[in-house]
């Protein structure tokens, strides 16, 4: 425990998802043993971010405009959309660039146990971009845990009323994986999916 200011920064730090009390104080101290850390532009961008950055009125995904960089990109295939969780999971796949359809972010999951419903989704949004028929395909990218599943399992119900084929993302073992550490979802899913070579 660190004395006034110092405490109440690395407490703020650890405020943010992902950042322990070990992270806080290292990131704290970082910057007070760093003389060139430029703290005030760090404090620049988060304002400038608080400001500028707003979610497509389209897909959800992060931009500083109306429609992100994706959805104004004209080269996008129209008939293909991949339904994620939040928009950090658009950066992990566009990184792959194996995709090059549209987006939907639906904002999170389905989760009973934090009270997250259908209706606290983005899914409403996502059948009125369906209504018009251009989309081909949904792919349901969800994360492979509990609200997940739960999330694909009731878009794939509720999407099965219309003429629009909806595939879910591959899971199994990773690349570099050993099997006898796999667990069995994982390693009943990579049956599931295997294919021909």
Do not use: W
């Amino acid at each position: 425990m660190y004395d006034g200011i110092v405490q109440e920064l690395i407490d703020e730090f650890g405020r943010l998802p992902g950042i322990g009390p070990k992270s806080a104080q290292r990131i704290t101290f970082h910057i007070l043993q760093t003389p060139d850390f430029d703290v005030a532009r760090l404090g620049h961008l988060l304002a400038e971010v608080r400001d500028k950055v707003r979610f497509c009125e389209v897909c959800g995904n992060v931009s500083e405009q109306d429609r992100c960089v994706i959805c104004r990109d004209p080269r996008r295939s129209l008939s293909v959309i991949c339904v994620v969780e939040d928009a950090k999971d658009v950066s992990a796949i566009e990184r792959t660039r194996e995709f090059r359809g549209l987006y939907h972010v639906l904002g999170g999951a389905i989760s009973p146990i934090g009270g997250i419903g259908p209706d606290d989704l983005r899914i409403t949004q996502l059948m009125q971009r369906l209504a018009d028929g251009t989309v081909q395909e949904v792919i349901l990218a969800t994360n492979p845990n509990l609200e997940g599943e739960a999330t694909a399992t009731y878009l794939s119900r509720l999407l099965r009323s219309l003429e629009i084929t909806v595939t879910r993302l591959a899971s199994g073992l990773p690349v570099g994986g050993d099997l006898e550490y796999a667990d069995e979802v994982t390693l009943g899913r990579a049956f599931e999916g295997r294919r021909t070579v």
